[in-house]
């Protein structure tokens, strides 16, 4: 991903994003471009199918700064995203992976 | 009853259901079973463009004049390639289009085959929506929907790229879906409207600013009938120009980087501004902080990500243009308004749109004038990009929605003549003039052959500077005058060009009498160019320099 922008150095708080996707080959591309061409960076991302395949849920982790709202309202624009909702920093869903990246 | 057909067949099926009369394109290989297909239908009139930008900026110009869904076709690889200028400049104009692309056969697909290119991670971030066809049975679903996409909400280009074996391969349908129409957003929340009306009736010098939302809505009349109602002095973006006529008494005119002086200073008095289907585009803005700083501002749109993208608005309402007008006119009130009327009637009389040389008829200005003097309101006027666009919306009376074909958002060179050809076919019992410069022209000049095969009615006004003028400007005023890659040496005798492409032609600079000659071409049926040399050294004026407040306008 990019690098942090100074913008988002500053920013001292994080959040979670739950995003409820259809699940096929381009939807990640479709999120991630969001933030990508935005230089906005995405600290975290997880992604699998829910139910039966249909759909997919995917976890992002993003740095909270300004344009986090814009963000979401553009996440929500796209055509294959269901829902999205935002929590705290401290969702658990990130919180037990850290064994999984120690360097 | 089930019938056994190829995926190229039910494509060109489902846009014959779909209402689809013409569609233009460019063929290679990819993308062959599609065109025989097409070569089989007897009801859609397929236009040969001969770049596939070309093609695509014809869809545009059949979208932008009808506000139909405009379709456009090219191979894989480089045939999609040249697509994407057009599929961008749709994006930022909002304009409703369905690109079909051939790709490689699925099993080819990341090989680095001949011809291959990544259409769809390409095409990602300047669409709408699109869709790489993995089986043919998803077309019947996927390309309804294309065109449901483009046109509900706010409007955008849609692509589908089918790989070739998906186009061939047969398999039995039975029923076919319905075609793809507009889904209407749900209506406005009925207490921000209210809670809008309210504060119209409160303000003492409100602004209605109405951008290129009003025209994709239809909703003109009512945005007029609104200004009429409660008095509100009226500007309009680029975009959209027509919306209300430019000589009506509470028109200002346009806004921004190239408006009316009057227009952006009345934003520095303003107490409200009611934006409507516009977007605080930083060409119509200026330096946003500055922008309407005492104002307080209710904004309406179909996409809810534009309120609060730039401006904080006191009221944001996400709904169609026209439907939420409709709510919110009986709920406002008649009101005179006369201090702040007579305000801004003296800042038009004291600070108009200048238009030096009007009354020499082969001046920039004065062309544009004789232009306008030969048509009424049913012509369609389209431009290319630079001085003369900026030259054309300042002068030219437009007072219909649709009147106007610019490219806006991306301002793209090499717009105006496939626009157009397009709005021509489209609509064949108007005559479509498009504005051009010695610049523009050339990016698209082989688009004249179209012009030609199909015969058009379109008038190509070529104003002749011999200078990449917006660039030679800028240079001019912002760089020290160091013109550099802005003056023309070669220039073609674009005449010959013309003649040599197939269209008529004439020379405003050595006809006899240049009114008569002008006159005579615009009247003459079909394609023609007509060539006028203009002064180098003309600017357009006034300008807000790039990051500069509206108010500071250079030239005003």
Redesign the interface.
């Known amino acids: 991903m990019n690098a942090t922008t100074q913008n988002e150095q500053a920013a001292l708080a994080r959040a979670v994003l739950e995003i409820d996707v259809n699940n096929h080959p381009g939807v990640m591309s479709h999120i991630v471009g969001l933030f990508s061409r935005r230089a906005y960076n995405v600290e975290g991302i997880l992604c699998l199918p829910v139910g039966n395949g249909a759909q997919s849920r995917i976890w992002l982790l993003v740095n909270e700064d300004a344009r986090l709202a814009q963000m979401i309202k553009q996440v929500e624009k796209l055509e294959d995203v269901q829902s999205v909702r935002r929590h705290h920093a401290d969702h658990e869903v990130f919180c037990n992976l850290e064994d999984f990246f120690r360097a | 009853m089930t019938e056994t057909l190829t995926g190229a067949q039910i494509t060109v099926r489902l846009l014959e259901r779909q209402g689809v009369r013409i569609i233009t394109g460019y063929p290679g290989g990819a993308i062959l079973p599609i065109y025989d297909a097409l070569g089989q239908s007897t009801v859609i009139h397929h236009v040969l463009a001969r770049h596939e930008q070309g093609a695509g900026f014809i869809a545009q110009g059949m979208a932008r004049a009808t506000g139909e869904v405009g379709v456009c076709m090219a191979s894989s690889g480089p045939g999609a390639t040249n697509l994407l200028t057009a599929i961008a400049d749709a994006k930022l104009d909002s304009i409703p289009l369905v690109a079909i692309t051939g790709q490689v056969p699925k099993s080819m697909i990341g090989t680095d085959a001949f011809q291959e290119v990544d259409t ?2 390409l095409s ?2 300047i669409t ?3 869709f ?1 066809v993995s089986s043919t049975e998803e077309l019947l679903e996927i390309i309804p929907r294309a065109f449901q ?1 483009a046109a509900s909400g706010r409007p955008g280009p849609v692509l589908i790229d089918i790989p070739k074996d998906v186009q061939a391969r047969a398999i039995e349908v039975s029923a076919w879906p319905q075609p793809g129409s507009r889904v209407l957003p749900p209506p406005a929340d009925a207490w921000a409207i209210a809670e809008a009306a309210s504060m119209i009736n409160a303000a003492q010098r409100p602004l209605l600013y109405l951008g290129g939302g009003v025209v994709h809505s239809g909703a003109a009349n009512f945005a007029v009938d609104l200004a009429e109602k409660a008095n509100l002095p009226t500007m309009m973006t680029l975009m959209a120009l027509g919306t209300m006529p430019v000589d009506h008494a509470l028109s200002l005119g346009m806004l921004g980087m190239h408006g009316a002086p009057c227009c952006n200073l009345a934003l520095d008095e303003c107490d409200l501004l009611i934006a409507v289907g516009a977007r605080f585009d930083d060409r119509a803005t200026g330096k946003v902080a500055a922008f309407c700083p005492n104002a307080k501002i209710i904004h309406i749109d179909i ?3 534009e309120l ?2 730039i401006k904080a608005a006191h009221v944001g309402i996400t709904a169609d243009v026209l439907e939420a007008l409709t709510q919110l006119l009986p709920l406002v009130s008649e009101n005179a308004r006369k201090n702040w009327v007579d305000r801004t009637n003296e800042l038009k009389r004291d600070f108009p749109q200048q238009l030096p040389g009007i009354e020499q008829p082969t001046s920039h200005f004065g062309l544009i004038r004789s232009v306008a003097d030969c048509l009424d309101d049913e012509a369609v006027i389209a431009t290319d990009v630079g001085q003369h666009q900026m030259w054309v919306a300042q002068a030219y009376p437009l007072r219909r929605p649709r009147q106007w074909l610019t490219s806006g958002g991306l301002g793209t060179m090499g717009f105006g003549v496939p626009a157009a050809i397009g709005a021509a076919l489209a609509e064949p019992q108007r005559t479509v003039v498009c504005f051009t410069g010695d610049g523009s022209i050339l990016m698209n000049i082989q688009e004249l052959v179209t012009a030609a095969e199909e015969d058009v009615n379109i008038k190509i006004v070529l104003m002749n500077n011999a200078v990449l003028g917006l660039v030679h400007q800028q240079q001019t005023l912002f760089y020290g005058e160091r013109l550099f890659a802005s003056k023309f040496k070669g220039m073609p005798d674009f005449v010959q060009a013309a003649l040599a492409l197939g269209i008529s032609a004439v020379d405003l600079d050595q006809a006899a009498d240049p009114q008569a000659a002008l006159r005579d071409a615009i009247q003459r049926p079909g394609p023609c160019l007509i060539h006028v040399s203009i002064d180098a050294e003309q600017k357009v004026y006034p300008m807000v320099p790039p990051g500069a407040a509206n108010r500071d306008m250079i030239g005003a």
Do not use: E, M, R, T
């Open positions: 769809y991670g990602l971030p709408k929506h699109n790489l996409i996409d809810p990500a609060d993208k």
